[in-house]
């Protein structure tokens, strides 16, 4: 029962702070984010899937990046790892 309670209230603290972590976003983050999403829309994954590893890797970019996120995740193929995780992309 406690497993259960423990499991509602983070779920609970996850859907109230979610909106924090968007509302954070640069409409410059916004943007390379869905090019980002767009640029992997073929690639076989959901689009929540996607949609999670393109935040992912626009959070591990720095924020005076010049690169696309899809240019950058060629140079970065370690972050590109962690993100294919963290996204559920395998």
Known sequence: MKFILTGALLAAAFAVNAPLAFAQMSADDLAWINRCISDNKRG????????????????????????????????????????????GWN
């Open 44 to 87: 076989g994954a959901t689009a929540e899937v996607v949609r999670k590893y393109c935040i992912c890797m626009n959070e591990e970019m720095d924020d005076n990046e010049r690169l696309s996120i899809s240019a950058w995740e060629k140079k970065n193929p370690q972050a590109m790892k962690k993100c294919d995780k963290e996204s």
